[in-house]
DNA sequence: CATGAATGAGTATTCATTCAT
DNA sequence: TATGAATGAATACTCATTCAT
């Protein structure tokens, strides 16, 4: 019966998509150790037992979850802006405007964001995680800095502390966009003016 | 016989600074949920149960720090400054600097800022919050930004707006002191930016 | 698939049903703070975790319990009996052999008695709980006694006073039958007495 | 210095008698478990370290009333009266009247029955226990009983039973005295018709 | 596979007991 | 000796996980 085994695959694959989904804005607004499980189910729509089917326990489910931002496409997407033929000055307001677009369209773009740095904050040691998805993100920027800071477009300082810097701002906006209602979000400047200088200052 | 009564005020007293005080560190550190009493205690360096001679739940405890950060005696030294005849960006530069010393000094600072930011991100509707520690730090903020428009040193923008964006950063920062070991704080230059135009171009 | 929703709900309703009438006994014989939920659990043949399933505390179990024997048929039984067209004196040994009966067969007859007496030694003002199981079942006795005083079967003195001697005699057998294995039960002519005159006087 | 230490002595007695008198009515009202050291020692106006100062523990406190009430002179007076050379029916009508007078006067008279009954409700076999306080009682009663149903004052059945059965009922009443402010006490008239035949009938 | 009732290890809280003053 | 603050073992309660249906 490949057909029925065929479907039967999608449905799980289906379910198991939703849940971490779901779990990821779940998580991301209360936390790991204040995420029940009873609670989260019942955000979701579904019984407790449900999750067990696909994850072998909470921290499991969690795993799932982290290792799904760190295969996200946005370091891709970075890479190959990072890589364009246009001044990094351009490169930044590209970012920006496409952070501040993913904020406001997709809270599941805030959890990302905010799981992601979440995590970075709560290893040990982060400055040697090289190898994660942070690192790879605050690379990137920092080689945009780099050059920015030789055209005279970005403002001096350690590129890696700028690049921490930016990104620590985008955190701060996903997290606003999770927990509040109402706020006023930043513009494009706003965000930009963390690594850009004023343009009649070049 | 009764111990005298001044003295054992005054031990009941200390005990129960230090208990708010280094819970403070703690909470700060792991979140209300992630924080056992348990594991608390032996951090505190005292047992379980004389967190219940002070307070009558986790929640109690919690509630009291929430009571002293609002108290917080920042509120007064920032009117103090807000109405300093001095022009905005020297009230700004004066904050930034002294945000940032305290936060490089103090992780007590720190851990006071980020409850304090948690907290209002965890109310329902924190723009409405009008009598919190928060929102009056904001005000006086915002009008040192307003001030600063005026006078042309301040980028532009909503001044609640750039105030929350301003303090939001400071969050930022304290959590990075609170968790992670080596970091590269950003300058007072980097933090200043967030509201104040290149020098050169007022 | 949900679980028979009707099923479901049977189970929980016989669980519920299960752990009241076992901690009925329980209670009774070991009072509210003599009674470890970890005990009670193990008498019952069930998890901890699971009374907190059904019940939101201790206390609330407890109230449970309560309620139910305050909802308890036997008033019912006692008004019926009150208002049939026999004599005080029938009336009397009618009670008496049935309850007698009860006591002898049914601890949980003995546990109802029991509690229900204690919660109202318990009472700050027991005189004015109209309203209460305990009240209703003095009123109809009072009545068949107030009856027996007109047609001369029983002894002199308030009725409420008589009513009130009469079930803390019951309770007292009550206590016996649940502490102790063995113990001369007082025989239905004994618990008449303290109403009813020796007949050859009336 | 045998004066003062004499002195001495003497204050300590004085504070434990204090400590047991109040004590008894604390534990009676509130069972063993029910009481907490922190209560009772509020209760009695002092602190709790006093309790650990002449008591090596909760139990070893309750131990301590306990052999107080065993070591009562209410047992010899009791023989006593069974012993003088007068009709049972006088016997029990001064017992009673006794047992009256105490209950309404001394509340410490009450706790002493109450807590001497639920003792020995609470042992595991009681009728063995041949030896206690209770069953002396008991037996000098059950004396009178005979001697009375000799006599033909008392009504017919097992002298001990009989025996029970009355001092089940000041315990009854004891219980009353202890937890109810307002309730009526039965007549002497009342407690003897548990022994005693109507007089026109012997 | 989906469910939610049942479970017990884990966590919060209480309370008998200790001990420095 | 008297005290009440400090303690941790005992107890109440929660929640991740299992499992019968």
Same mark, same amino acid.
């Given at each position: 019966m490949p057909k029925s085994s065929e479907r039967c695959r999608e449905i799980r694959?289906?379910?198991k998509e939703k849940i $971490? @989904?779901?779990?990821? /804005?779940?998580?991301? @607004?209360?936390?790991? !150790?204040?995420? @029940?499980?009873s609670d989260l189910a019942k955000y979701i729509g579904i019984g407790q037992g449900t999750i067990y089917v696909y994850f072998k326990s909470k921290e499991d489910?969690?795993?799932?979850? =982290?290792r799904r931002i760190n295969n996200s496409s946005d370091i891709k997407e970075l890479k190959r802006l990072s890589? /364009?033929?246009? +001044?990094?000055?351009? @490169?930044i307001h590209k970012l920006t405007? !496409?952070?501040?677009e993913n904020l406001k369209a997709d809270k599941n773009y805030a959890a990302k964001v905010t799981l992601n740095t979440q995590m970075m904050l709560g290893e040990e040691d982060y400055a040697s995680a090289d190898t994660t998805y942070q690192s790879k993100l =605050?690379?990137?920027?920092? &080689? $945009?800095?780099?050059?920015? &800071?030789k055209e005279g477009?970005?403002?001096?300082?350690?590129?890696?502390? /700028? +690049?921490d810097y930016y990104w620590g701002v985008v955190y701060l906006y996903a997290l606003k966009q999770l927990f509040t209602t109402s706020y006023e979000m930043i513009s494009v400047k706003d965000l930009e003016r963390i690594l850009l200088k004023d343009e009649k200052n070049e």
């Amino acid at each position: 019966m490949p057909k029925s085994s065929e479907r039967c695959r999608e449905i799980r694959e289906e379910m198991k998509e939703k849940i $971490i @989904k779901e779990s990821m /804005l779940y998580f991301a @607004k209360n936390g790991f !150790s204040g995420t @029940k499980i009873s609670d989260l189910a019942k955000y979701i729509g579904i019984g407790q037992g449900t999750i067990y089917v696909y994850f072998k326990s909470k921290e499991d489910l969690f795993s799932e979850i =982290y290792r799904r931002i760190n295969n996200s496409s946005d370091i891709k997407e970075l890479k190959r802006l990072s890589h /364009l033929p246009i +001044s990094a000055r351009q @490169k930044i307001h590209k970012l920006t405007q !496409s952070i501040m677009e993913n904020l406001k369209a997709d809270k599941n773009y805030a959890a990302k964001v905010t799981l992601n740095t979440q995590m970075m904050l709560g290893e040990e040691d982060y400055a040697s995680a090289d190898t994660t998805y942070q690192s790879k993100l =605050y690379q990137y920027t920092a &080689q $945009i800095i780099k050059q920015g &800071q030789k055209e005279g477009s970005v403002v001096a300082g350690d590129a890696m502390k /700028l +690049s921490d810097y930016y990104w620590g701002v985008v955190y701060l906006y996903a997290l606003k966009q999770l927990f509040t209602t109402s706020y006023e979000m930043i513009s494009v400047k706003d965000l930009e003016r963390i690594l850009l200088k004023d343009e009649k200052n070049e």
